[in-house]
T-cell receptor
Framework: GEDVEQSLFLSVREGDSSVINCTYT??????LYWYKQEPGAGLQLLTY?????DMKQDQRLTVLLNKKDKHLSLRIADTQTGDSAIYFC??????????FGAGTRLFVKA | ETGVTQTPRHLVMGMTNKKSLKCEQH?????MYWYKQSAKKPLELMFV???????ENNSVPSRFSPECPNSSHLFLHLHTLQPEDSALYLC?????????????FGEGSWLTVV
């Protein structure tokens, strides 16, 4: 079945870049997403990329998609303490099924 | 405020209790979802409703019973739960399954089964 995998923890220093990686298995994925979950809150969409794109940039966020390797990454430039949260990778194929990973907890050290 | 409201935010229940989680969306969406979030596990899709009809049930135990009376409201009825059912239950909605179809999440209901 479909599967999305990501590492559980990442620690960076304030001002550095963070790179969160994700792999997925469904080759028919149409959209791939990054969601952010802050403490005590639900998930909020950060950014998404359509499967025919390689890269998408949105201010400090850069999404890279390697469709051949089914690898998605999220780069956060100039990481701030306010970026500390759990980041979920998700992919959607057909229908209503959006599959999420376990989330990567980003810890930003001042 | 995401437009998806869940109540209660926290619930503690015994294994023999019956309780319900409620979700309401004010976004005019047609699809609603229940997800279960447990520590260090992928977010688990439990149920999907589209135009009030259930389109997905991911082998969820019958002690979880969803109800969708209309496109704006979704309930999760709970009875005879187990301690391992303790988790954050997230409700979400989306317009439909075409296009970008961004899923909007509520803040979740923290459930503890004792």
């Amino acid at each position: 079945g479909e599967d999305v995998e990501q590492s559980l923890f990442l620690s960076v220093r304030e001002g550095d870049s963070s790179v969160i990686n994700c792999t997925y298995t469904d080759s028919s994925s149409t959209y791939l997403y990054w969601y952010k979950q802050e403490p005590g809150a639900g998930l909020q969409l950060l950014t998404y990329i359509f499967s025919n794109m390689d890269m998408k940039q949105d201010q400090r966020l850069t999404v890279l998609l390697n469709k051949k390797d089914k690898h998605l990454s999220l780069r956060i430039a100039d990481t701030q303490t306010g970026d500390s949260a759990i980041y979920f990778c998700a992919e959607r194929g057909g229908g209503f099924k959006t599959i999420f990973g376990a989330g990567t907890r980003l810890f930003v050290k001042a | 405020e995401t437009g998806v409201t869940q109540t209660p935010r926290h619930l503690v229940m015994g294994m023999t209790n019956k309780k319900s989680l409620k979700c309401e969306q004010h976004l005019g969406h047609n699809a609603m979802y229940w997800y279960k979030q447990s520590a260090k596990k992928p977010l688990e899709l439990m149920f999907v409703y589209n135009f009030k009809e259930q389109t997905e049930n991911n082998s969820v135990p019958s002690r979880f019973s969803p109800e969708c009376p209309n496109s704006s409201h979704l309930f999760l009825h709970l009875h005879t739960l187990q301690p391992e059912d303790s988790a954050l239950y997230l409700c979400a909605s989306s317009q439909d399954h075409t296009g970008i179809d961004t899923i909007y999440f509520g803040e979740g209901s923290w459930l503890t089964v004792v």
